[in-house]
T-cell receptor, first 114, second 115 residues
């Protein structure tokens, strides 16, 4: 089955700096890669996703890049703000029948310091 | 907009007791899921359903049962709770892939402690 590794497990940046979180996956059949943000005491919320026919996707201060050859994808947050502090999860799944069986990474605790 | 609602939010069980977690979604989603979240292990899929009356095993199904009698509800049962089932449980739902892709919406979580 799929195995997703995520690094780093904790990340501390100064407000205004950029943050980068990296994930690798093992199953070459995976072609959907979402990123979730989880605030304390809340459920994960989708912030951006990318499909394998696209190498990069951007949404305001958030961008995701995908390298299918190397089987890795990354989340980039620019001009970080205190409200970006949360746990971020990457995930991967094949777009096939039988349900969206996402495999999640172990999460990155991002802390944006003033 | 309620989205995905889980009850109860907090529960303490004694070893061997049984309980049911209820999940309800008001988005008319076909697919529903139960995940558990443990420190350092991310989210792991317990069971899922691709439509009313259907269920399937996920990555960590042992010790749990599920039912999807109504499209909007997905129940997770623990028949004989064990301390290893202490965790945060998340219900989620999504459209069928054909309609609008793979976006999965999560509930707020249910904190379960087994003593």
């Amino acid at each position: 089955g799929e195995n997703v590794e995520q690094h780093p497990s904790t990340l501390s940046v100064q407000e205004g700096d950029s943050a980068v979180i990296k994930c690798t996956y093992s199953d070459s059949a995976s072609n959907y890669f979402p990123w979730y943000k989880q605030e304390l005491g809340k459920g994960p919320q989708l912030i951006i996703d990318i499909r394998s026919n696209v190498g990069e996707k951007k949404d305001q201060r958030i961008a995701v890049t995908l390298n299918k050859t190397a089987k890795h994808f990354s989340l980039h947050i620019t001009e970080t703000q205190p409200e970006d502090s949360a746990v971020y999860f990457c995930a991967a799944s094949p777009i096939t029948g039988g349900g969206n069986k996402l495999t999640f990474g172990t999460g990155t605790q991002l802390k944006v310091e003033l | 907009n309620a989205g995905v609602t889980q009850t109860p939010k907090f529960r303490v069980l004694k070893t061997g007791q049984s309980m049911t977690l209820l999940c309800a979604q008001d988005m008319n989603h076909e697919y529903m899921y139960w995940y558990r979240q443990d420190p350092g292990m991310g989210l792991r899929l317990i069971h899922y359903s691709v439509g009313e009356g259907t269920t399937a095993k996920g990555e960590v199904p042992d010790g749990y049962n599920v039912s999807r009698l109504k499209k909007q509800n997905f129940l997770l049962g623990l028949e004989s709770a064990a301390p290893s089932q202490t965790s945060v449980y998340f219900c989620a739902s999504s459209w069928t892939r054909q309609l609008s892709g793979n976006t999965i919406y999560f509930g707020e979580g249910s904190w379960l402690t087994v003593v």
